[in-house]
């Protein structure tokens, strides 16, 4: 009973227990007595017991109505007992008890609605006041609570924007576990007589400790408790309030690092004041500046006299032949489109008002120094970047199967392109992360060959489309003790929500960022630089590969990430954002930066797309920690159905961090998060050491061995058949993403439909011939063992190179080299092409070759085909390879197009 072998989550194990108790009144209520009765007794006070320890973290139902339910149950008032958990179960499960009290007892109940509030209009809902929680960490006695409670509750007033309820926990550990296991706590009073350790001893609760990392609080005196409480909460919940309560003197405090704290009050209780701050703080984070300022535009009076016939619906208003448009989408949609910048509305170009506003308070959400919108999808947030830093002639080292728009990135650049490879995944056709072996051995060799200066900027993909996630802060550090001014860029397209998980933040660029600049700013890294400076003086490349190197204290700190908001946090489609944590940002990039914002950015951006970023923000910091940790949570329940399932195991398998990451780069050991034997696994140990991680909200799935490959399974049976959509697959794989928007019946309805899928192969099987097995066996063969192997990147044609030293290449030269026809010809895949390569030429492709799946370039204009290559293609039963054409061939460049611009591709590029 709430063993982390039964439960991922604290949370999760707390709503199954409480379904668990009504379930059990229930049937307490039918049996009366006998050995059922006296097997459901034992039962429920099983179940007590394990929520006993649980329910002083909540307000709702509270300490005093659990301990009112035990009293009836022990009373032999089971009627009464059963009648109030059914209210709790309904009221947590429906929200209710955030917009009304909840009455537990029949007398109170019967004068009530009897709706549940969970079928009310949006409209209504949106009209109730948000409820939230705060915490109060001060050891108390039962009677002190309850007074203090009551002064709290007695501050509140009818103009209120919010309504909240309070939790007293007595000791730091206890602030802890409740902030990371009360999703509804917005705010932390840290009084000063709190205690230091917690008595909870419930191995699911205490587990959350670890999240805290390796900080050592037992060295603590009294007095400190409490700084060292909001220094602890800013490091793990980031977006919370906290509120310092001190007797001490204020030069005492002025000392002390208070994390985030809003306020210290001094020996005081005064609390309508403090209810003001509480009230104010909340305030700050549900701000949506701009989607209140198109609100507000969208109420007005207005004469269009300017672009947009659309705009106030004018347009279909007086139509008579899209009337159906209009009662689609409704009439606020219109009201709020317009192409105008006043009015109370801005620019996106050149914000200085309300989206001005909304991307400092996403900048301050995310962790970044600067924060940009963008409407028209990270495609456009990666190009903004790399021309905003990329001059022509950089080096640019580029994660190889990373996301097109790179790739074009560079082109548009003029970048000198130095490809990184991936370490294969060969069983499953995709390719995983790239090691940072890899990434120091590339640095290490144009330093020694004089090229460093040239070196500009490190592009890798995190987390990866398949969920692979890299050690961001150790891959930062290392490179930067070897190119002291390096930029970073992070594409998380996929990794926006990571910022509100405690384990996932940190292995985010913005969080990796701020992390290393307070580093390299303190004494001791000032000393364990110059003593590892002292053991490695005149160490070769080799001893360098071997050790985790330490940046100098002076290395400059410049990171960029950009997120496809849309793909993961609420926002709509081509949502994304770039998050800036540069500190030569303001003297170097701003200008440059502004001119490619300037290229890439529509003049007549969506308003809508922009109002949604502004909302989506709000929702992350009021209920992101509580959306993610769901999102975890349907993910390792889906991970957990499928691996224990019979069925299911005989034709899927769910993929591991032991499959899709090599054992040299998990130093924790972790294989599986979920083993059916030894259970779940506390992800937290891998994700603080291991240099990959595996994100768990990606569930990658093989189905080679249905017989269908990944494409068709996807297409025919998932979305023709039952109406589920995924997005990537793989040669034998297909992959399923959880995000906030997933519930536990999505969930089950998976398991449902893939137990379907199970069992009609199954009656398939017994029925067939004798040579239809043969043939599904020889299918199943073909998809999980006859794989091709992933290909190399070759090398860039020597034309296109400045040198042979090193492996950089003028992907821009020969992208518009191909611009002219004359300098391509198309060879046949098949025998011609061989047969070229095979007399010594050496073929070189003219355009980019992306096969979907797996959906990276395989070549990349100037770049030399190779056999293996040729393999691969041949090997692909895929229907999508943009830039090959098959009733042509491969499009390559000429022998006479390589010889004539032969040594004038690259001074052309630089000019």
Not at 505 to 528: D, F, I, W, Y
């Amino acid at each position: 009973m709430g063993s982390m072998s039964e439960h991922y989550s604290a949370v999760q194990l707390r709503v199954d227990q409480w379904s668990a108790l009504r379930e059990a009144a229930e049937a307490l209520q039918r049996q009366r007595e006998g050995r059922a009765a006296d097997r459901t007794i034992k039962r429920i006070r099983e179940i007590f017991e394990c929520l006993s320890p649980i329910e002083p973290y909540w307000a709702f139902p509270g300490p005093l109505a659990f301990t009112h339910l035990r009293r009836l149950f022990d009373n032999g008032q089971i009627e009464n007992m059963a009648f109030a958990v059914r209210r709790v179960t309904r009221a947590l499960a429906s929200g209710a008890y955030r917009r009304r009290t909840i009455p537990l007892d029949r007398d109170d109940a019967d004068h009530e609605e009897s709706e549940d509030e969970a079928l009310h209009s949006p409209e209504m809902r949106a009209l109730a006041k948000p409820y939230f929680e705060i915490l109060i960490v001060d050891r108390l006695t039962d009677q002190q609570q309850r007074w203090l409670k009551t002064s709290i509750q007695a501050m509140r007033r009818p103009e209120d924007p919010f309504v909240y309820e309070a939790v007293v926990v007595p000791s730091l550990e206890d602030a802890l576990i409740g902030i990371l296991f009360n999703h509804n706590i917005q705010a932390i009073v840290v009084r000063p007589g709190l205690a230091l350790k917690s008595t909870n001893e419930l191995p699911i609760l205490t587990r959350f400790l670890n999240r805290v990392g390796d900080e050592d609080v037992d060295a603590l005196r009294p007095e400190d408790y409490g700084p060292e409480l909001c220094r602890l909460i800013a490091k793990v919940r980031p977006e919370l309030d906290s509120y310092l309560i001190t007797d001490r003197s204020v030069e005492e405090i002025a000392g002390k690092d208070l994390g985030l704290c809003r306020r210290v009050f001094y020996n005081t209780e005064d609390f309508m004041e403090l209810h003001l701050n509480i009230l104010r703080g909340v305030q700050a984070r549900y701000r949506t500046p701009f989607f209140t300022a198109l609100k507000e535009y969208s109420r007005q009076p207005t004469g269009v006299f300017h672009a947009m016939p659309i705009s106030r619906g004018k347009s279909i208003a007086r139509s008579h032949w899209i009337q159906d448009m209009g009662a689609f989408y409704g009439p606020n949609i219109f009201l709020a489109e317009t192409s105008a910048t006043s009015g109370g509305l801005d620019s996106l170009l050149e914000p200085v008002g309300p989206i001005k506003e909304a991307q400092e308070l996403a900048s301050r959400a995310f962790g970044s120094k600067q924060t940009f919108f963008a409407t028209n999808g990270t495609s456009t947030c990666n190009k903004i970047v790399v021309q905003a830093l990329v001059r022509p002639g950089d080096i640019v080292l580029v994660d190889r199967d990373c996301h097109k728009s790179h790739h074009y990135g560079m082109v548009l650049a003029g970048a000198q392109v130095v490809y990184l490879e991936s370490y294969p995944l060969d069983q499953y056709s995709m390719y995983g992360a790239v090691p940072l072996r890899e990434i120091k051995e590339k640095l290490l060799a144009l330093k020694a060959a004089g090229k460093l200066d040239r070196v500009r900027m490190l592009l890798l993909t995190n987390c990866t489309f398949d969920g692979l996630v890299y050690n961001v802060e150790r891959v930062m550090e290392e490179c930067l003790a070897i190119k002291r001014d390096l930029v970073f860029l992070w594409d998380e397209a996929w990794f926006a929500f990571a910022r509100f998980g405690p384990t996932y933040r940190q292995r985010t660029g913005m969080n990796a960022a701020n992390v290393l600049r307070q580093r390299l700013r303190s004494p001791e890294h000032l000393k364990a630089y110059e003593k590892q400076q002292a053991r490695l003086k005149d160490a070769d490349d080799a001893t360098l590969l071997k050790t985790r190197l330490v940046p100098p204290p002076d290395a400059r700190v410049r990171v960029y990430s950009t997120q496809s908001t849309h793909k993961t946090l609420t926002a709509l489609r081509q949502g994304s954002m770039i998050h800036v944590n540069d500190q030569d940002f303001k003297g170097e990039v701003e200008q440059s930066f502004h001119e490619a914002y300037m290229t890439h950015t529509s003049t007549s951006p969506n308003y809508q797309i922009i109002a949604s970023l502004d909302v989506g923000r709000r929702q992350v910091e009021l209920e992101g920690f509580e959306f993610v940790q769901r999102q975890v949570e349907a993910a390792m329940s889906m991970r957990r159905a499928i691996s224990t399932h019979p069925l299911l195991q005989k034709y899927f398998k769910v993929l591991t961090a032991g499959d899709m990451i090599p054992e040299a780069y998990r130093e924790s050991g972790v294989t599986s998060y979920f083993d059916p034997e030894q259970g779940w696994t506390d992800i937290w140990e891998c994700w603080a050491t291991d240099e990959f991680v595996l994100d768990a909200t990606r569930v990658t799935i093989t189905v080679g061995g249905t017989g269908w490959d990944g494409d068709t399974f996807k297409t025919d049976i998932l979305m023709d058949k039952y109406g589920i959509q995924i997005n990537k697959t793989s040669r034998n794989t297909v992959l399923f993403m959880t995000n906030i928007g997933t519930t536990r019946s999505s969930v089950a309805y998976l398991i449902e439909v893939l137990v379907k899928i199970a069992q009609e192969l199954d009656e398939r099987f017994d029925d067939a011939s004798k040579m239809e097995r043969l043939s599904f066996e020889r299918r199943v063969t073909n998809l999980m063992q006859n794989v091709p192997p992933l290909p190399d990147f070759s090398r860039f044609h020597d034309v296109f190179r400045t040198d042979q030293v090193t492996p950089e290449g003028d992907i821009r030269g020969a992208f518009f080299l191909s611009y002219d026809a004359n300098n391509c010809d198309y060879l046949d895949l098949h025998g011609q092409i061989d047969k070229l390569i095979e007399g010594g030429r050496e073929v070189v492709s003219a355009s980019f070759v992306i096969p979907y799946p797996p959906g990276f370039p395989i070549l990349v204009p100037g770049q030399v085909i190779s056999a293996e290559i040729l393999a691969f293609m041949r090997a692909l039963d895929v229907n999508e390879i943009h830039g090959y054409r098959p009733e042509l061939g491969l499009r390559v460049f000429t022998e006479a197009a390589l010889v004539e611009h032969a040594g004038t591709i690259l001074p052309k590029a630089a000019e």
